[in-house]
């Protein structure tokens, strides 16, 4: 299974972007899609998390109510709708996949085993 991350750019303050992260094969129930950002000379960060068995999703508070996380199962694809985006939000931004997660562990990325390329999103002032 290879992962396909796209869709980044460069917006001013309060614009919009969608990234997408589209995985090779079939949809697989056990699979948690997730995406990553780093900032440079920062640590990698949790943005937001889709579980796929129970459609369940996770976001971290700097990102909850302006970015959302949905699928798209035809297309194994998660999408990650960033909304209001702020300078703070300029990263490279990695989707990552892990297997029967549970809740607790969806933030921590060392629970991934398989990470796509970074796409870069710059938020100018």
């Known amino acids: 299974v290879q992962l396909q991350a796209s869709g980044g750019g460069s917006v001013q303050a309060g614009g919009s972007l969608r990234l997408s992260c589209a995985a090779s094969g079939r949809p697989d129930r056990a699979n948690t899609m997730t995406w990553f950002r780093q900032a440079p000379g920062k640590d990698l960060e949790f943005v937001a998390g889709?579980?796929?068995?129970?459609?369940?999703?996770q976001y971290a508070e700097s990102v909850r109510g302006r970015f959302s996380i949905s699928r798209d199962t035809s297309e194994n694809t998660v999408y990650l709708q960033m909304n209001s985006l702020k300078p703070e939000d300029t990263a490279a931004y990695y989707c990552a996949v892990g297997r029967n997660l549970i809740t607790s562990s969806i933030s921590s990325s060392r629970h991934y085993n398989l990470w796509g390329q970074g796409t870069q999103v710059t938020v100018s002032s």
């Open positions: 889709f579980r796929w068995r129970d459609r369940s999703t």
